[in-house]
């Protein structure tokens, strides 16, 4: 299985229930806060194509996106097979 990150921020509502997804499936997965880290802030822009934006959650070097996009991978049934490798 490949190693799972999600980058968040402090009192970020988007990024617990992002979180929530994962642990509902029992995996693991390496958290990176970003909020007070304007160098790993600018990292995560890099490596999330410009976005900024938190939660981001990666699967690999794959960046899934946030928790929207989490969400339907998983409503979809998708997900799972990300997690394969």
Do not use: H, W
Not at 9 to 28: Q, S
């Amino acid at each position: 299985m490949p190693n799972i990150t999600i980058y968040i921020t402090e009192c970020c509502g988007y990024c617990d229930r992002a979180k929530a997804i994962l642990k509902n499936k029992d995996l693991k997965f390496a958290v990176v806060d970003v909020t007070y880290d304007a160098d790993m802030r600018d990292a995560l822009a890099l490596k999330a194509g410009g976005s900024r934006n938190v939660p981001q959650v990666f699967v690999g070097d794959t960046c899934v996106g946030g928790y929207r996009e989490l969400q339907i991978l998983e409503a979809q049934g998708k997900l799972d097979s990300l997690l394969v490798s």
